[in-house]
C-alpha cells in the first residue's frame, strides 16, 4: 500500500515510525540466531531513497541520538526533537563527501527544500498518533525485504512467491503436514537444510515456489525459508514450554505476517481484500494448529520423504514448463539475439539450481531415473511466424558463390549449413566452404561437390532443379552483398531452435518422467539453443528487403 503523500511504500515508514518512536524496536530486526547478530533488514532493501538514508541514519547512531536530545530537552515536543535529531544524523554522510570536495554532496546540501519536506515527513512520523503499531516492526520489515526480493509488475504488491497449479485436498493436506511437522519441532527443519553452491541460494532445499497452493507457499516462507522466519523465534526453541505453545507461537508469527502481506497488497489485489475481509488468516491459523498435532501425518518424522514426493517432485515439471515458456517468449519476440542467449542462459542456471536441490533431497527413487527417449518438437502451429527464408537462403547462397570471400568476414562469417532449411541449400554452402574461392565460383565444380557431400553424408539426392536454378542466377544476376541476408539467416536459426526447444521442453514436462531426467533432458535442448545464440549473437537484423532485379529468375 502507497502512501500518497510520502510517495512511499507504508511498510517502509512504519519501519522508520516504529524506530524513531520506541527504539527498541531495532531489537524486532536483528537475527540474534547467527554466532555474529547482525540486521537482517539492511538499508538497500528499501525502493524510497530517502528512507534508505533515514534507516542508515538511525542505525549508525540516529537512535542513540534521538535518545540523548530527548534527555537534554525534557520541555520540546518529542516529535520535533526526534526529526531534529534525525535530520542531522542523515546530513553527516553528505556533509562528510562535501568535505572531501562532491559537488553532488554540496548540491544535496544546498537544497533545503528537500531537508525542510523529509523534516516534515519524519515528524509526522515520529507522532505517537501513527499508525503502525511498535510491536508489528519485524513484520513491516519483512514485507520490505520481500518487495526488494520480489518486485511486482501489480501495484504495491510487495511479492507473489508462487505460480498457482492444479491441486486437490489430498495435495493441500500432505503440504501441511510437511509444515506441520516443523511447526510440531522447529529442529526438523534440519531436514530441509544443504549446502548450495551459489552463495546466494536459500540453504533450504525445499523453496516456497515448490508448494502447489499459494498459500502454503507463503506460510513456508513466513515459516522457513524467509527473512526472520517462525522457526528462528525465541520461543520456537524454548525448553520451558509445551510443544502446542511453541507451535502456537509459530502460528501467531505467520498467520501475522500473512495478514501483513494481504495488507500491503491490498491496493492491487482483490484477492487480498477479499482474504482480509473474510478472516482468510484465522481459518489458516485453525489448520495449522491440526497439521502440528503429532498425528497429524502418519510419521511427522518422515517430513523431508513427504517433501520430496508430495511436494518438490511434483513442482519440477511445473517449473520446467514455466521456463520453457519464457525461452518461447523471448524466441519468438522481437528482440536481440544477445537477449535470447541470455534468457537462455538465465534458464540453464535456474534449472542447474533445480537439479542441486533435487540431488541434496532424501529421494526415494533416486539414481533409478530411466534414459529417455528423445522427445520431437511438434509440427508449428498456424498463426506464429515462418522460420523458413527460402527466398533469403538462395540470395545468400548467389552472393557468396559470386564473392566466397565474404565467408571470412562480417556476418556471413558466423553462418552454418543448418541456417539453411533446404538439403539443397545446405550442400551448396557446404561446398563453397570446402572449396578454394576460385573453385566456388564454378557453378558446375559446385553442385558436383555439393552432390558429392551428400552421398558422403548418406543424404537423399539433391533436386537437379533448385541446384541448376541457383547456378544460373549466380552468372546472371547481381545481387547485394550477403550480409544483411546472412544476418537474417542466423537470426532465424536462434529463433527457431529456441522454438524447437521450448516446445520440446514443455512436451516432455507434460509427459510422466523422472524429474531428474526431465531437468537433464531440458537442459540438453537448452544448452543447444544457448549455443546458436552467441554463435554471432550481436546479429539481430529485420528480414531483408526483397530486391526489385529479376526475382522471376530465382522464384
Do not use: C
Not at 237 to 255: S, W
Not at 303 to 316: K, T
Request: net charge negative.
Amino acid at each position: 500500500m502507497n502512501n500518497d503523500q510520502f510517495g512511499a511504500p507504508q511498510h517502509e515508514l512504519n519501519v522508520i515510525s516504529s524506530l524513531i518512536r520506541d527504539r527498541s524496536a531495532v531489537n524486532q530486526l536483528v537475527d540474534w540466531n547467527r554466532p555474529n547478530p547482525q540486521y537482517w533488514l539492511t538499508p538497500d532493501h528499501f525502493q524510497t531513497a530517502w528512507l534508505q538514508d533515514a534507516y542508515h541514519a538511525l542505525l549508525s547512531g540516529g537512535l542513540g541520538d534521538i535518545e540523548q536530545r530527548l534527555l537534554a530537552y525534557p520541555n520540546d515536543n518529542p516529535a520535533t526533537v526526534t526529526a531534529d535529531a534525525v535530520m542531522a544524523r542523515m546530513k553527516v554522510p553528505y556533509q562528510e563527501r562535501a568535505a572531501v570536495g562532491d559537488p553532488s554532496a554540496q548540491a544535496a546540501l544546498d537544497n533545503s527544500s528537500y531537508w525542510a519536506a523529509v523534516h516534515n515527513a519524519v515528524l509526522q512520523m515520529a507522532q505517537p498518533a501513527w499508525q503502525a503499531k511498535v510491536a508489528h516492526a519485524r513484520h513491516d520489515a519483512y514485507v520490505t525485504v520481500r518487495a526488494a526480493q520480489h518486485p511486482s509488475t501489480v501495484t504495491e504488491v510487495p511479492f507473489e512467491l508462487s505460480r498457482a497449479r492444479g491441486n486437490g485436498n489430498d495435495a493441500l493436506i500432505k503440504e501441511l503436514a510437511v509444515i506441520g511437522a516443523v511447526l510440531n519441532h522447529p529442529a526438523r527443519a534440519q531436514q530441509f537444510r544443504y549446502t548450495p553452491s551459489s552463495p546466494d541460494a536459500s540453504p533450504y532445499w525445499l523453496q516456497p515456489q515448490d508448494f502447489a497452493d499459494p498459500s502454503t507457499a507463503e506460510i513456508w516462507d513466513a515459516l522457513v525459508t524467509g527473512p526472520d522466519p517462525a522457526i528462528a523465534l525465541p520461543a520456537a526453541t524454548d525448553p520451558a514450554l509445551t510443544p502446542e505453545q511453541r507451535a502456537t507461537a509459530m502460528i501467531q508469527h505467520v498467520t501475522l505476517r500473512l495478514d501483513y502481506n494481504d495488507y500491503h497488497r491490498s491496493t492491487g489485489d482483490e484477492g487480498a481484500k477479499a482474504r482480509r475481509h473474510s478472516n482468510a488468516t484465522q481459518i489458516l491459523a485453525t489448520y495449522l494448529a491440526q497439521a502440528s498435532a503429532p498425528d497429524f501425518s502418519p510419521n511427522p518424522d518422515n517430513a523431508a520423504q513427504y517433501a520430496v514426493s508430495f511436494i518438490l517432485e511434483p513442482s519440477i515439471p511445473a517449473a520446467v514448463e514455466d521456463l520453457a515458456g519464457r525461452v518461447r517468449d523471448h524466441g519468438l519476440a522481437d528482440t536481440s539475439l544477445g537477449q535470447v542467449a541470455l534468457e537462455l542462459s538465465t534458464n540453464q542456471y535456474a534449472l542447474g539450481q533445480l537439479a542441486e536441490r533435487l540431488d541434496a533431497a532424501p529421494r526415494t527413487l533416486a539414481g533409478y531415473a530411466q534414459p529417455q527417449k528423445p522427445t520431437a518438437a511438434p509440427e508449428q502451429p498456424e498463426g506464429l511466424p515462418s522460420y523458413t527464408s527460402r527466398q533469403t537462403e538462395r540470395r545468400v547462397l548467389i552472393s557468396l558463390m559470386q564473392d566466397p570471400t565474404q565467408l571470412h568476414s562480417g556476418p556471413p562469417r558466423a553462418l552454418a549449413a543448418h541456417d539453411f532449411t533446404q538439403p539443397e541449400h545446405a550442400y551448396i554452402f557446404k561446398a563453397i566452404q570446402s572449396l578454394p574461392p576460385h573453385t566456388a565460383q564454378d557453378s558446375w565444380l559446385l553442385a558436383n561437390q555439393a552432390n558429392q557431400l551428400a552421398r558422403y553424408d548418406g543424404a537423399p539426392a539433391l533436386d537437379f532443379e533448385e541446384l541448376n536454378q541457383i547456378s544460373y542466377a549466380a552468372r546472371t544476376l547481381r545481387v547485394p552483398p550477403a550480409d544483411q541476408a546472412a544476418g537474417h539467416l542466423v537470426t532465424m536459426t536462434v529463433r527457431r531452435t529456441a522454438r524447437d526447444a521450448s516446445t520440446a521442453v514443455q512436451a516432455a514436462a507434460r509427459e510422466t518422467l523422472d524429474p531428474r531426467a526431465l531437468i537433464d533432458q531440458s537442459r540438453e535442448k537448452f544448452q543447444q539453443a544457448t549455443h546458436e545464440a552467441l554463435r554471432y549473437h550481436e546479429q539481430s537484423v529485420p528480414e531483408p528487403a526483397h530486391y526489385n532485379t529479376q526475382q522471376t529468375n530465382i522464384a
